[in-house]
Structure formats: structure tokens, C-alpha cells
């Protein structure tokens, strides 16, 4: 079974401040994903990696694919309270298309 | 509708009854996937839907759950003689029809909150 491990599960600082979400795993992935979910929706897709060593950016996100595509790490540049929310990440196994593995999430909150 | 919708929104029952999720996918999505999500918890895949293709219940906790597709529209979930443990969102996402890749984004309904006491 392939997992996928993100640390840290909460964080909580202060709106300004820089932080970095891990997504984890010893297994490769073709692709892996980013997902944000605010209370009371489903999650929302934020970005697709898919080859190792990939950068993207979505304003003050910065994504990046591992280089083994093992791992990815979620940047955010100062934090604003609108960033608040539940990101997962989630991968795409090699065999298997489109069945997703997710991780369990990382809980943001943003302080104002 | 524009999205994926999911009824009910919340779900109250008792222990033993039987529950039905209803999922409406995007028009034209091919692909509808079912997750449930415990409180605090990242998403647990628990049966994927292809076209005609035989379903993908690899997922699926035990005998109780069930699902249930017609076409490529309106799927049902449908747990028998609930459990507490089963208590948890269950959320429905469909996609477009995908490459090899897989790298078809999945576009996810709001979620059933099913509580059973």
C-alpha cells in the first residue's frame, strides 16, 4: 500500500509569516497533487506536478515535485487569512491511473 | 448544475438502519469516484466508476457499503445496518475522461455528513 505522510497535521501562525507543508512518501508517483478544502466543501485542486524537480507557482504557493517524484513540499509566502484551510496532497500510484492516494492533510490556520 | 452536487447535505441516523448517499456528477464526466473522509482525516477511496467498465471497489470497508452507477450520470452509496464508525463525510468527485497519465483533476461535491448514533 502506498501512503503518503504530511507534516505538519496543524499549524497555526500569525498572518505575515512564511510556512512549508511536506508530503511525504518511500513510494514514486507519476504525478502528485494538491488539494485545498475549506470547511463544509470538497476539496479544490490547486496544482498537478509531474516531473521531478518540477517548481510551480500560484501566487504566493510555490509547489515542488521531489526528484525521485517521492515527495513534494507546499511554500506559502506571507500568509494571509484566506489561506486558512485543509490542504492535501495527493498522488498519482504508477499503476493504476486515476485512483488517487491522498494524504491526511495539513490543518492551516492563519492568525490575524 | 455546474458542479457536482451530493444529497443529502447532512445525515442523521441510528445504529442498524441503512443510509443512501445520492452523487450528481458534471455532465459528461465519465469517471465518478467515491471517498470518505473521517473527522480530522485525509480522504479514503472507497470505489471508482470508468464508463462501462466493471466499477473499482477495491475500497470499500466491507459487505455493507455498496454503490451503484447508471450511465455515466447519478451514482448512489448506499451503507447497510450502519455502524457508529460509520460516521464520517463520504464525499463524490467525477472526471472528464483521462489520459494514461491520469492527470485529470477531480472535481469534488460538498460532502454528505452522515452521523449515525
Known amino acids: 500500500t502506498q501512503l503518503l505522510e504530511q507534516s505538519p497535521q496543524f499549524l497555526s501562525i500569525q498572518e505575515g509569516e512564511n510556512l512549508?507543508?511536506?508530503c511525504n512518501s518511500s513510494?514514486?508517483?507519476?504525478?502528485?497533487?494538491?488539494?485545498?478544502?475549506?470547511?463544509?466543501?470538497?476539496?479544490?485542486?490547486?496544482?498537478?506536478?509531474?516531473?521531478?524537480?518540477?517548481?510551480?507557482?500560484?501566487?504566493?504557493l510555490t509547489f515542488q515535485f521531489g526528484d525521485a517524484r517521492k515527495d513534494s513540499s507546499l511554500h506559502i509566502t506571507a500568509?494571509?487569512?484566506?489561506?486558512?484551510?485543509?490542504?492535501?496532497?495527493?498522488?498519482?500510484p504508477l499503476q493504476g491511473a486515476q485512483k488517487l492516494v491522498f494524504g491526511q492533510g495539513t490543518r492551516l490556520t492563519i492568525n490575524p | 448544475g455546474a458542479g457536482?452536487?451530493?444529497s443529502p447535505s447532512n445525515k442523521v441516523t441510528e445504529k442498524g438502519k441503512d443510509v443512501e448517499l445520492r452523487c450528481d456528477p458534471i455532465s459528461g464526466h465519465t469517471a465518478?469516484?467515491?471517498y470518505r473522509q473521517r473527522l480530522g482525516q485525509g480522504l479514503e477511496f472507497l470505489i471508482y466508476f470508468q464508463g462501462n467498465s466493471a466499477p473499482d471497489k477495491s475500497g470499500l470497508p466491507s459487505?455493507?457499503?455498496?454503490?451503484?452507477r447508471?450511465?455515466?450520470?447519478?451514482?448512489?452509496?448506499?451503507?447497510?445496518?450502519?455502524?457508529?464508525?460509520?460516521?464520517a463525510v463520504y464525499l463524490c468527485a467525477s472526471s472528464p475522461i483521462g489520459t494514461s497519465g491520469g492527470q485529470e483533476t477531480q472535481y469534488f461535491g460538498p460532502g454528505t455528513r452522515l452521523l449515525v448514533l
Open chain 2, 32 to 34: 465518478l469516484y467515491w
Open chain 2, 4 to 6: 457536482v452536487s451530493q
Open chain 1, 20 to 22: 512549508t507543508v511536506y
Open chain 1, 79 to 92: 500568509a494571509q487569512p484566506g489561506d486558512t484551510g485543509l490542504y492535501l496532497c495527493a498522488g498519482e
Open chain 2, 70 to 87: 447508471t450511465g455515466e450520470s447519478v451514482s448512489t452509496l448506499t451503507i447497510q445496518r450502519t455502524q457508529q464508525e460509520d460516521s
Open chain 1, 27 to 60: 513510494s514514486v508517483f507519476s504525478s502528485l497533487q494538491w488539494y485545498r478544502q475549506e470547511p463544509g466543501e470538497g476539496p479544490v485542486l490547486l496544482v498537478t506536478v509531474v516531473t521531478g524537480g518540477e517548481v510551480k507557482k500560484l501566487k504566493r
Open chain 2, 63 to 68: 459487505d455493507r457499503f455498496s454503490a451503484e
